[in-house]
């Protein structure tokens, strides 16, 4: 079947339905793809109850309601059918909206998946809209939080951004009215929201030599270049709000720097998505602080709160996102400095940290995300964490790269191989990977999925290993 037909399919499932349950996942793409699909069965008439979950796990399964609903799983589910089935779930009562690499079982659930028509930079909220759009042709507006998904699923590729399909649904929103594409943009977090010296002085992927790390250095650099900084009421002016001239002033100073030091210029520059109806100076002002803000509401318990965001609230809920968004920030470098100090155990075929019980379960990848990048990029990086609500249990989050992807690895399948070996169960992408391990087994797990990614990398290129 094509996409349009599973999608097609999906919306009349939905529409059959009496009632409908969501269970999605905790970070930007789940709560997005929750926030497109609640309002789009809203706007029908129909009732829908929603559930989050940090990941479809046995424990987890408590919270899928049993009644006569439809269960939609988003941005889950095709990875863990098994447990859909061990719970009972029949395939006439079920839907999964999903974009992880599939694990079938005996009953055959109606999905939607990206991966089975070769798309792989979609996401979960991607095709929600889809299936919303295919519900209700008129709901481009909801375009907005689908781009928010990919974003925040880094489903964007380096310099030319959202891509295929995902590419179709960003037009919808520049028709609708609510995004701005800017080609050729500051690859740098923050540029809705902080001072141009402070996020550049931030900005360390590209390190740009003498400016990074230092926002001293970074403001002297911005004074050389003769750039307007301050509003005339003194304020600072976020990169946003620079003159198109300044920003192409600035971009070249910045791109000359980075050959002088013989840095690549590659990461320099990235396409952004700016939400003209979102108000200035804030982090729901373009797609990539959005999902980071949704991300801190749902990896600190609240997702809801993000779903609420995505749904037009603002107020006190959007107060509390912002504290959330501060503090998972601060947590993030906490964690990266963590790992950075402690140091990683390299194996022949990855590196490995264990950070205790120091940071949640639920932060862990990104900190191998972004601990990756500073150290040696060409191993694949395992951060181990303890589980405190479930101590038998340790977290397993691991994260690579397109170089070590175009040399054979694949996390996803290397960690729900070594889970299945010791009783744990793993999942997610080739790219970006995790699993649940009983704790007594975390030496046994280590060099089992290093010696799967041996195999790996050895496959696919016999004379490198
Ligand atoms: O789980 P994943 O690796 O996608 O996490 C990436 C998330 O972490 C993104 O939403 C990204 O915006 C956020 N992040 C952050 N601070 C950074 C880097 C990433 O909050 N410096
Ligand atoms: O938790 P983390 O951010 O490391 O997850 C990376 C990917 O692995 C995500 O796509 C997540 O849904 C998936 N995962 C999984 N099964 C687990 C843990 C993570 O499918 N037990
Ligand atoms: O569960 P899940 O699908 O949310 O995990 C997505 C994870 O995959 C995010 O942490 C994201 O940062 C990571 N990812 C990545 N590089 C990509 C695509 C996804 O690190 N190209």
Same mark, same amino acid.
């Given at each position: 079947?094509?996409?349009?037909?599973?999608?097609?399919?999906?919306?009349?499932?939905?529409?059959?339905?009496? #009632?409908?349950?969501?269970? #999605?996942?905790? =970070?930007?793409?789940?709560?997005?793809?929750?926030?497109?699909?609640?309002?789009?069965?809203?706007?029908?008439?129909?009732?829908?109850? &929603?559930?989050?979950?940090?990941?479809?796990?046995?424990?987890?399964?408590?919270?899928?309601?049993?009644?006569?609903?439809?269960?939609?799983?988003? @941005?889950?589910?095709?990875?863990?059918?098994?447990?859909?089935?061990?719970?009972?779930?029949?395939?006439?009562?079920?839907?999964?909206? =999903?974009?992880?690499?599939?694990? $079938?079982?005996?009953?055959?659930?109606?999905?939607?998946?990206?991966?089975?028509?070769?798309?792989?930079?979609?996401?979960?909220?991607?095709?929600?809209?889809? +299936?919303?759009?295919?519900?209700?042709?008129?709901?481009?507006?909801?375009?907005?939080?689908?781009?928010?998904?990919?974003?925040?699923?880094?489903?964007?590729?380096?310099?030319?951004?959202?891509?295929?399909?995902?590419?179709?649904?960003?037009?919808?929103?520049?028709? !609708?009215?609510? *995004?701005? +594409?800017?080609?050729?943009?500051?690859?740098? %977090?923050?540029?809705?929201?902080?001072?141009?010296? +402070?996020?550049?002085? %931030?900005? @360390?992927?590209? !390190?740009?030599?003498?400016?990074?790390?230092?926002?001293?250095? /970074?403001?002297?650099?911005?004074?050389?270049?003769?750039?307007?900084?301050?509003?005339?009421?003194?304020?600072?002016?976020?990169?946003?709000?620079?003159?198109?001239?300044?920003?192409?002033? *600035? *971009? &070249?100073?910045?791109?000359?720097?980075?050959?002088?030091?013989?840095?690549?210029?590659?990461?320099?520059?990235?396409?952004?998505?700016?939400?003209?109806?979102?108000?200035?100076?804030? $982090?729901?002002?373009?797609? &990539?602080?959005?999902?980071?803000?949704?991300?801190?509401?749902?990896?600190? /318990?609240?997702?809801?709160?993000?779903?609420?965001?995505?749904?037009?609230?603002?107020?006190?809920? %959007?107060?509390?996102?912002?504290?959330?968004?501060?503090?998972?920030?601060?947590?993030?470098?906490?964690?990266?400095? !963590?790992?950075?100090?402690?140091?990683?155990?390299?194996?022949?075929?990855?590196? %490995?940290?264990?950070?205790?019980?120091?940071?949640?379960?639920?932060?862990?990848?990104?900190?191998?995300?972004?601990?990756? &990048?500073?150290?040696?990029?060409?191993? $694949?990086?395992? +951060?181990?964490?303890?589980?405190?609500?479930?101590?038998?249990?340790?977290?397993?989050?691991?994260?690579?790269?397109?170089?070590?992807?175009?040399?054979?690895?694949?996390?996803?399948?290397?960690?729900?191989?070594?889970?299945?070996?010791?009783?744990?169960?793993?999942?997610?992408?080739?790219?970006? /990977?995790?699993?649940?391990?009983?704790?007594?087994?975390?030496?046994?797990?280590?060099?089992?999925?290093?010696?799967?990614?041996?195999?790996?990398? /050895? #496959?696919?290129? $016999?004379?490198?290993?």
């Amino acid at each position: 079947m094509s996409l349009e037909n599973d999608v097609r399919r999906a919306a009349d499932i939905i529409l059959d339905a009496d #009632s409908v349950t969501i269970i #999605s996942h905790i =970070d930007a793409d789940g709560i997005s793809t929750e926030a497109i699909l609640a309002q789009a069965l809203t706007r029908e008439g129909m009732a829908v109850d &929603s559930v989050f979950v940090r990941q479809l796990e046995p424990m987890a399964m408590r919270h899928v309601p049993k009644d006569g609903s439809l269960k939609l799983f988003t @941005d889950l589910g095709a990875g863990q059918q098994n447990l859909l089935e061990d719970h009972g779930l029949s395939s006439d009562e079920v839907l999964i909206l =999903d974009h992880h690499v599939g694990q $079938p079982c005996g009953t055959t659930y109606p999905q939607v998946n990206s991966l089975d028509h070769g798309i792989t930079r979609m996401s979960a909220a991607g095709i929600a809209y889809l +299936v919303a759009k295919a519900i209700d042709p008129t709901a481009i507006d909801l375009a907005k939080l689908a781009v928010i998904g990919n974003v925040g699923d880094m489903m964007a590729r380096e310099n030319c951004g959202l891509v295929g399909p995902a590419r179709e649904i960003v037009r919808d929103g520049v028709e !609708y009215g609510n *995004i701005i +594409v800017q080609d050729h943009d500051l690859n740098c %977090y923050g540029t809705s929201t902080r001072p141009v010296h +402070v996020c550049l002085g %931030y900005c @360390d992927d590209p !390190y740009i030599d003498g400016i990074s790390n230092n926002t001293n250095a /970074a403001l002297r650099f911005l004074e050389r270049l003769g750039v307007t900084l301050k509003n005339p009421r003194g304020g600072w002016l976020v990169w946003e709000e620079l003159p198109f001239e300044d920003r192409r002033t *600035i *971009i &070249s100073a910045l791109a000359q720097q980075l050959i002088a030091h013989g840095r690549e210029t590659d990461r320099l520059l990235a396409e952004t998505y700016i939400f003209p109806d979102e108000s200035e100076r804030t $982090p729901l002002r373009n797609a &990539s602080e959005y999902a980071t803000l949704l991300n801190a509401c749902g990896r600190w /318990a609240k997702p809801r709160t993000g779903s609420s965001i995505c749904r037009g609230e603002r107020g006190e809920a %959007y107060r509390d996102a912002e504290h959330m968004l501060a503090h998972h920030r601060t947590v993030i470098r906490d964690l990266l400095q !963590y790992i950075l100090d402690t140091g990683v155990t390299e194996l022949s075929h990855l590196q %490995y940290v264990h950070t205790g019980d120091r940071f949640p379960d639920t932060i862990v990848g990104i900190g191998a995300g972004m601990a990756l &990048s500073k150290l040696n990029w060409k191993k $694949p990086m395992m +951060v181990l964490a303890a589980m405190v609500d479930e101590p038998e249990v340790t977290k397993v989050s691991m994260r690579t790269n397109e170089w070590a992807l175009g040399r054979g690895v694949d996390l996803q399948k290397a960690l729900v191989e070594a889970a299945a070996e010791i009783g744990g169960a793993g999942g997610g992408h080739r790219i970006a /990977a995790g699993a649940f391990i009983p704790h007594d087994t975390e030496e046994e797990f280590v060099d089992s999925v290093n010696r799967i990614l041996k195999r790996q990398f /050895a #496959s696919a290129d $016999p004379d490198d290993c």
